[in-house]
């Protein structure tokens, strides 16, 4: 009967929402993991439960009209979707990027509720964002939208109601200026409710640098598992922002070889592996191109087609978007004799993807695992924030890695006690359902 719920479930998600793919794809992927909690427990498929977490608690759309630098009106549209707080506060990143759309953060927030179940910190599950592009506006520009976008978000906002933070297109700058107009409109110095806020004025220190670190902290212990050591290891990455480059920098210090990087126009292969003081130049300083890092570098190469996915290595970590690496990018990888796979992104490769990788036996980890550092650390720096303290640096990557350890142990086990050895899909999956699951039985129908 539950496997049965399942699919009714399923059913019902592509009926109510037929326009949804991204959405629809991070609900399979799911639920299509529960069939063996369905089978020894079936009591956490009872009073409707699944068609509860899959509708999202509340969800906003709304007007986000600025003036450009021309005098012009521009008019976007923002979202947030607040998810599932049956463990605490909506938790989740703000997105700027033309490809924002509901489809796109429904899914990004149904990841997220599990994500931040696994963490086992008290942080519910909620994204949001605009289809808003910040690329080649002004900073006077950027101010002006952040403050239109949180005048009509800030009443949905708080520290023990839905914390936000920065992912694609939102950082640094412009939580800055989403935080100075909360603080503007409610006349509250409220620092916990944005992360990724500033070091000097409520940020944490080592947030920047948490999803990457914590995706090789995670790759490690998964290569553990197979007496495998990542020093010496050539890894491909995808990608060149925060998530990008601080996993570069944690392979690199871990003694591994990452040898590519993307961005939307292309990617680059650095055999002598990559120069990541030139590459951020490159990136964060000029703002400029992958193409500027292989025309300043003699041992890289430029390529406008294809993916890095391509070049023969035995770690991938993929670090830019959602599907990106598809089926065809998992027989190249799996035939090169790639031995394990990590996601930094949210949901980069495809379902064909990962059953070809689950197939061939690679370590294979998902994202809402793997890249968990990244909202563990927002929790951190919420936590910091309460207390009115900030921790150092190492304090923090200690904690990090200590996080990045549990759910590792956590996502192992389970996967082990439903007879799935070594399947991070299946125990991470059932071990954050399983937590917010009980949650909202406890809390009643609500």
Not at 254 to 266: H, K, N, W
Not at 401 to 412: T, V
Request: net charge negative; proline share 4%.
């Amino acid at each position: 009967m539950s496997n049965q719920i399942i699919d009714q479930t399923l059913a019902k998600v592509a009926e109510r929402n037929p326009n949804e793919p991204e959405f629809q794809q991070a609900v399979h992927e799911v639920l299509e993991s529960l069939a063996p909690l369905a089978e020894s427990n079936p009591e956490f498929f009872e009073q409707n439960l699944l068609e509860r977490i899959v509708e999202p608690e509340r969800q906003l759309i709304f007007r986000v009209p600025w003036v450009d630098d021309q005098g012009q009106v521009q008019v976007n549209r923002g979202f947030r979707i607040e998810f599932n707080s049956a463990l605490g506060p909506y938790k989740g990143g703000l997105r700027f990027h033309p490809s924002v759309n509901i489809s796109i953060l429904k899914f990004l927030g149904f990841e997220q509720i599990f994500k931040n179940a696994l963490t086992g910190q008290g942080i519910g599950g909620g994204k949001g964002g605009s289809d808003f592009d910040p690329h080649g506006r002004s900073d006077g520009e950027i101010m002006r939208f952040c403050q239109s976008f949180m005048t009509e978000l800030y009443r949905h906002l708080g520290a023990d109601i839905d914390v936000p933070a920065g992912d694609i297109g939102v950082g640094g700058r412009e939580v800055g200026y989403l935080f100075g107009q909360y603080k503007r409109l409610t006349g509250r110095y409220e620092a916990g409710v944005l992360t990724g806020k500033g070091v000097g004025w409520g940020g944490s220190l080592a947030r920047t640098q948490a999803t990457g670190y914590g995706l090789v902290y995670f790759a490690q212990a998964m290569a553990k598992t197979r007496d495998l050591d990542l020093k010496g290891m050539t890894v491909a990455v995808s990608g060149s922002g925060n998530v990008a480059t601080f996993a570069i920098e944690k392979a690199q210090q871990l003694g591994a070889i990452p040898v590519t990087c993307s961005d939307s126009a292309g990617w680059v292969h650095d055999p002598e592996g990559i120069d990541l003081d030139l590459l951020r130049e490159i990136k964060e300083v000029k703002r400029g191109r992958v193409s500027e890092y292989a025309e300043r570098r003699p041992s890289a190469t430029f390529h406008d087609s294809g993916r890095p996915w391509q070049v023969k290595v035995d770690v991938a970590l993929p670090c830019a978007t959602q599907n990106e690496l598809d089926a065809d990018d998992a027989k190249t990888l799996i035939e090169n004799g790639c031995q394990l796979v990590a996601e930094g992104a949210n949901m980069p490769c495809t379902p064909e993807a990962i059953e070809l990788f689950q197939g061939a036996h690679l370590l294979y980890a998902p994202g809402k695992a793997s890249n968990a550092g990244g909202v563990a650390t927002s929790a951190l720096e919420m936590s910091q924030n309460a207390q009115r303290e900030q921790w150092s640096f190492e304090q923090v990557d200690e904690r990090l890695q200590e996080i990045m350890h549990d759910i590792h142990e956590g996502c192992a086990q389970t996967a082990e006690e439903f007879g799935q050895p070594g399947d991070y899909v299946l125990g991470a999956n059932i071990l954050g359902f399983q937590r917010v699951a009980q949650a909202m039985f406890a809390q009643g129908v609500i």
